[in-house]
């Protein structure tokens, strides 16, 4: 296998004779990024419409234990999955036509990111935060009206990542296409367990963050200094388990938690999320 460099694009073509075909990666926040996370959804009533859902996404690589590396991309991009997708990441061309077992990306600040199909403004504010991830929204439950802005900082790489129906890895095909999505759950934010597959989404202790212990008063912004000051063993028993993660004690530990299970792959496939 022939590797050439084009920028900072590595892919692997096939020796002669050889089928091959391409891989297209794209990024989607799926309905409840794009619209809204309904109060159906929610354990405690409450609606979640976001404005802004940034996510830095780069070290995209195609790979297997026998043939090696097929294709990988050092860039970063920043994609606000909340506007209308799927948005296409990276296009590789040339890969020869097999299973590719390894598919890995990673969610990491990058002060070098480009704008993907997000604003100047969008990237400034995440190279200025080093942050990863940006999300801005609003959660509303009859009266009560709750506004979050929220910036992470957490460097992770998604490894291993499995579709539901396919297994792990893709398939390139002979002379075609492959469509590979990088699906980011938002509703994790707000789940209220980190190991638990039975997690629920709840959205009440956030607020109540704002009201009790809040820094400034309950003016209707919830922030991470607020969250920071809600230590989980005053919550209700059988909410925010920890699932015996360390130096997870408060809200804005267990929110920081979460963020590293945003990403996964093809819809509700599952990656490998490694800290870094």
């Known amino acids: 296998m022939k590797t050439w460099m084009l920028g900072a ?3 692997g073509l096939t020796a002669c004779g050889d089928g091959s075909g391409d891989v297209v990666f794209t990024a989607y926040g799926e309905d409840y990024i794009e619209q809204e996370i309904p109060a159906s959804a929610f354990e405690d009533g409450w609606t979640v419409k976001f404005s802004k859902f940034l996510v830095t996404l780069g070290e995209l690589k195609v790979s297997d234990g026998k043939s090696g590396v097929a294709a990988s991309s050092s860039k970063a991009r920043v994609y606000d999955v909340h506007r209308p997708g799927p948005v296409e990441v990276e296009r590789f061309t040339g890969l020869s036509a097999q299973d590719w077992t390894e598919v ?3 969610i990491a600040p990058s002060p070098d990111a480009a704008a993907g199909n997000a604003t100047a403004e969008d990237l400034a504010l995440l190279k200025a935060g080093g942050y990863a991830v940006y999300v801005d929204g609003t959660a509303v439950k009859g009266i009560d009206r709750k506004h979050f802005a929220w910036g992470f900082t957490q460097n992770t790489l998604y490894e291993h990542c499995e579709s ?5 890895g893709l398939t390139v095909p002979d002379g075609g296409e492959e469509m590979v999505q990088l699906t980011i759950h938002g509703d994790h934010l707000f789940f209220d367990d980190l190991q638990s597959p039975d997690a629920k989404m709840r959205f009440d202790a956030l607020a109540a963050a704002d009201v009790e212990g809040g820094l400034n008063g309950p003016n209707g912004e919830i922030t991470m200094e607020e969250l ?3 230590d989980l063993t005053s919550l209700p028993p059988g909410t925010y388990g920890t699932g015996g993660a360390g130096n997870v004690r408060n809200l804005r530990d267990f929110v920081n938690a979460l963020v590293r299970t945003l990403g996964h792959y093809q819809g509700e496939g599952e ?3 490694r800290t870094r």
């Not at 539901?164 to 792990?168: A, F, L």
């Open 9 to 11: 694009v590595v892919l």
């Open 104 to 106: 890995s990306y990673a």
């Open 164 to 168: 539901t129906d396919k297994g792990e």
């Open 228 to 230: 920071a000051q809600v």
């Open 271 to 273: 990656c490998a999320p």
